[in-house]
């Protein structure tokens, strides 16, 4: 017995000891070690990849990372790092696509830049004249008439659902009518005695929207809600509850702290800073008219190649040029499709003639004259406006860099299919292959009997009716079991399915319930290989990303000599909630 116990302890030992360590958060410092060196560039320690995970959305609600699943996670943190290093040799231009969006990004904050400059930056206000534009300019600063809104509902639904539902609904319409409007009396009275109305509406209102804000509703012009609301509302004391009124939703009473006539509100301090703001607006817009009339007003020198752009947009490479504005940039056929719908629904045309192409080409010009204006101001050089480049450009070069990783448009070969059919034909298997109707009978003799009624052609569900043991309305259901496989029904009720053909009825079989005749309506074996490739394909196209995925990985390791001096561990994670706090 002393044996035994030494040998068990010996084997719980030495599966202790075979178990890999898992990282706690609370034992972090035991783990301070380098599991991913990177060249001479960075490494990440293990603390540093906890502190990554847990920062993220994985298993909210707590619990273990497997050791594999660390690994995939520190391979798609890897790879987006290496990816952005990489990127730094890719040619941009090379990629039309890609280079085209970037290239309108970039001139879109060149041109953003070059109105702050020469406009926005430009703009100076002085408070008086803030209040002189605030009360000159009623079309930009009236109202209509309103008021700040607070609002108590007692509901009549609300009432019968809650907590005293059994005595309103015992009550009769009139009973109830007259007990409502005593609630809201009721409550009306609470604020008169000091109650704040606030504190009424967030304890009794049925109006879920406001009643959880203490009723409040907030600014409210006439006719938002149906009579009397207005003829109450617009003609009370600031402050002061009303009187509980009805309408078709109940009982309401509200109160209106502050009520605003028609036109321009009081200066303050609000009106102030909008004012300012409309006011610089307003100035800007004048500066930037002044300078778009002196832009637009520049000798334009414009290079078209008529040779085919009376052409449809549509049939005409995106990439080739239509026109050279001022002998530095280039139109091309893709900035006219911008342009082409537009252009074809005003005119009421199936094609743009090339009259319409050259108000095209001087639409889209405008903008390219800001953009040369802004270079030649060098707007391009404002550290600002070059680190957006720099980093347009990164953003721009790593996508290319990562359609390495995914391969979108791969679909598998028909024989590919067909092998992993073949292959795993056990899961296409049909788990129940059989479908039949059966009838009990208490002898052999009359299940014969009944067997030749159905092959002499009686309805077998017919017979079921009369002859099933049971209930009448529930024997033909009994009867049809519909498809079964094994384990589901006796087994000698099962191997007599399988011998009988489709369409026919079985010998009686015996089996502990009786002797049945089974008639066989349908079998299949197999899923067909149309429906499994149906299955078959999500597979190999994910087994495929897996693979483009892993020599991606592959090739940017090599790349940047990636190393993993330590290996991983599994990872245990506290609840969402606790990880930010440190508890």
Not at 76 to 97: I, M, P, R
Not at 298 to 319: F, G, H, S
Request: with cysteine; charged share 25%.
């Amino acid at each position: 017995m002393k044996l035994f116990l030494i040998i068990v302890l010996f084997c719980l030992l030495a599966m202790a000891a075979c178990r890999p360590p898992i990282v706690y958060e609370k034992e972090l410092d035991k783990h301070d070690y380098v599991i991913a060196k990177v060249d001479t560039l960075f490494e990440i320690t293990q603390p540093q990849l906890y502190d990554t995970i847990a920062a993220g959305d994985i298993l909210p609600r707590g619990g273990m990372l497997k050791a594999s699943d660390v690994e995939l996670i520190l391979d798609s943190l890897l790879c987006d790092t290496l990816a952005g290093l990489a990127s730094a040799d890719v040619k941009l231009d090379d990629y039309y696509d890609v280079y085209r969006i970037y290239k309108h990004r970039y001139q879109n904050a060149m041109i953003r830049a070059l109105l702050n400059e020469a406009v926005y930056n430009q703009v100076t206000v002085d408070s008086q004249e803030v209040v002189d534009f605030y009360h000159s300019r009623p079309d930009l600063f009236s109202i209509k008439e309103q008021v700040m809104l607070f609002h108590i509902l007692i509901s009549p639904v609300s009432i019968k659902a809650g907590k005293d539902s059994l005595h309103f609904r015992s009550l009769s319409p009139e009973q109830f009518e007259f007990e409502l409007e005593e609630y809201a009396h009721q409550l009306r009275r609470l604020i008169e005695m000091g109650m704040p109305f606030v504190e009424v509406a967030r304890q009794y209102s049925h109006d879920t929207f406001s009643g959880k804000d203490g009723g409040l509703v907030g600014w409210t012009e006439r006719g938002i809600y149906r009579p009397p609301f207005d003829s109450v509302a617009f003609s009370m004391e600031e402050g002061v509850a009303s009187q509980p009124y009805q309408d078709r939703d109940g009982w309401h009473i509200i109160m209106t702290p502050r009520h605003m006539p028609e036109g321009i509100p009081p200066y303050d301090s609000a009106a102030y800073i909008v004012a300012t703001q409309d006011l610089k607006n307003t100035k800007a817009n004048e500066i930037g008219g002044r300078i778009l009339d002196s832009v637009r007003s520049l000798p334009l020198e414009i290079v078209r190649n008529d040779a085919i752009l009376d052409t449809n947009v549509y049939k005409v490479e995106p990439a080739t040029w239509a026109a050279i504005i001022n002998g530095t940039d280039t139109l091309d056929f893709n900035h006219l499709r911008a342009l082409e719908e537009t252009f074809r629904n005003n005119n009421r045309l199936d094609n743009t003639t090339l009259a319409l192409k050259y108000e095209m080409i001087q639409e889209l010009a405008k903008r390219v004259v800001m953009v040369q204006v802004a270079r030649d101001m060098r707007i391009d050089t404002l550290p600002e406006v070059m680190a957006i480049e720099s980093r347009y450009r990164h953003e721009s070069s790593k996508e290319i860099f990562e359609r390495q990783r995914f391969d979108h448009t791969w679909q598998p070969e028909e024989s590919a299919v067909r092998a992993y059919y073949d292959k795993h034909i056990d899961e296409f298997t049909v788990k129940k292959p059989v479908e039949i109707q059966h009838i009990i009978a208490e002898d052999s003799t009359f299940a014969e009997f009944l067997r030749d009624q159905a092959l002499s052609g009686v309805d077998f569900l017919q017979l079921a009716q009369e002859h099933y043991p049971g209930e009448p309305q529930i024997r033909v259901d009994l009867a049809n079991l519909g498809y079964v496989g094994p384990g589901e029904v006796p087994d000698e009720l099962y191997q007599a399915a399988l011998l009988t053909p489709i369409g026919s009825i079985s010998p009686p079989v015996k089996t502990q319930f009786g002797y049945h005749i089974v008639r066989v309506v349908n079998r299949k074996n197999l899923i067909d290989f149309g429906r499994a490739s149906i299955d078959i394909v999500p597979v190999l196209r994910k087994r495929h990303a897996r693979e483009v995925f892993e020599e991606y990985r592959d090739r940017l390791y090599r790349q940047f000599s990636v190393k993993f001096p330590n290996k991983l561990r599994p990872i245990h994670l506290k609840p969402l909630e606790y990880r930010s706090s440190g508890s």
